[in-house]
DNA sequence: TCATGCATCTCGGGA
DNA sequence: TCCCGAGGTGCATGA
């Protein structure tokens, strides 16, 4: 069996087939169509005719493209339930259960179907996180300054979760928030949230944003706040590059 | 010309120029390709080989989807730009200019190439939005209490930009955060930020959460900052289904 | 399941 | 352009 199956202009029988083979057999399926598109669910919308991509994945995600953009315009999320009535026109039809929402593909024209038994048994592999500037932090505590010791990582308090939690060289509590990119007013929010929660049980509390950058609102609310920034970069490159570089010294 | 043209395992001279022709007539290019991904950008991220579906839109856009969940392993926004490059296996490269950001996909194995000359005028119509329910409290205050008069959307204040901003019948200021969501500890802090920002320059300010329902810690949160909720749903159909229930009364 | 917070978030609106 | 906040956010993680 070829990798790819495809057919041009199927008939609406066809397209019943095609799609029923495709979700038995664990297919990735994919529609070059002319459609109409309704979903209910979380929110209620429409969209009258017009030339889309449409995907289905193996594991019931569902993914109606236009030709802009990077977001779907109408999609499913993963643990939908496919399957075609044939009306006036076929129909593709998702359902999900919790919370309940359906989309509904009214298929005017159908140009390509395409059934790909795609095999992948690999992950995606990614660096310059926020979790690898934590741990940036833990081997080398001293990016955020001279004394410091963090102690805790994710640490549950009253209202919130603490990305890091530790103690400077004076044995005051600090509280650390950790961002990828620039630190927004959110931000400082957050972490303010989490400062005011540990102040009421310990005395003096910091709390430092740790990030490359502020906006200028959150610079301002920062320092309303009292509360301090520390900046820096989310390491890209994990271990094995780290230890590459290390060589290179 | 056919909406969509296709050709199946196309030698690398052939997807070079099926690539650009998609490009060059401003039509949606599908590959369906055994792949390694590399991305280097905002982060940093590899993928080592697997069958995947990769879309380029005619706007830049770039997805590389895998055979699981609604969200791409890797992309490019819109604004990217695409090209060709023949090494020993063809390689897609997509680079965005600020932030600047690679993505490189090397085809080792390509099943089918489509181009789809995709036309659609239509946008989507959602309903159940925010925005309408600030729409529902500006038409209907009493939603959420006898006397309330809102007098503000949008409104910027010093640390943010408050939903709704009225006054109680009291003449007390009144702060709403509106959610079409269950609420979260955010926000709880969101509120309590743009409340606390008002309170420095006027005197009494209460803040009003609205949203179907709440999160544990937010209720928690919410009762000891001494704010409140009003419980409200974002409405589902807009004016024209609004008028369409009416008419069922 | 719910709650919490990250994300290469994306996207739109406003200054 | 930056800033700000919504989103049918999706998604992983932990309780």
Chains 1, 2 share one sequence.
Not at 98 to 123: C, G, M, R, S, W
Not at 179 to 205: F, I, P
Not at 216 to 225: D, F, I, N, V, Y
């Amino acid at each position: 069996m070829p990798k790819v199956e495809f057919r041009a202009n199927p008939s609406p029988e066809e397209i019943k087939l095609l799609v029923d083979s495709a979700i038995s057999s664990e297919a990735l399926l994919t529609i070059f169509a002319h459609c109409r598109v309704y979903y209910d669910g979380r929110a209620k919308s429409e969209l009258g005719s017009g030339d889309r991509v449409i995907i289905v994945k193996p594991d019931g995600s569902f993914l109606i493209h236009q030709s802009k953009k990077r977001e779907p315009v109408n999609w499913q999320p993963p643990g939908s339930v496919v399957h075609v009535e044939l009306r006036e026109k076929p129909v593709l039809v998702s359902v999900r259960r919790k919370p309940p929402e359906t989309l509904e593909v009214e298929l005017e024209e159908v140009y390509l179907i395409t059934v790909f038994h795609a095999e992948d048994y690999e992950e995606l592999a990614l660096t310059g996180s926020e979790a690898e500037m934590a741990e940036l932090i833990f081997e080398q505590p001293e990016v955020i300054e001279p004394g410091f010791k963090p102690l805790y990582r994710e640490k549950p308090v009253k209202h919130g979760i603490v990305d890091v939690l530790g103690v400077d060289s004076q044995g005051n509590i600090v509280v650390l928030e950790l961002k990828r990119r620039r630190a927004d007013l959110h931000a400082v929010s957050q972490l303010k949230r989490y400062v005011e929660t540990l102040k009421e049980e310990h005395g003096n509390v910091r709390g430092i944003l740790v990030a490359p950058s502020l906006t200028s609102g959150a610079r301002k609310l920062l320092e309303k706040e009292g509360l301090e920034f520390r900046k820096l970069q989310p390491p890209k490159g994990g271990k094995k590059s780290r230890g590459k570089q290390l060589r290179l010294f």
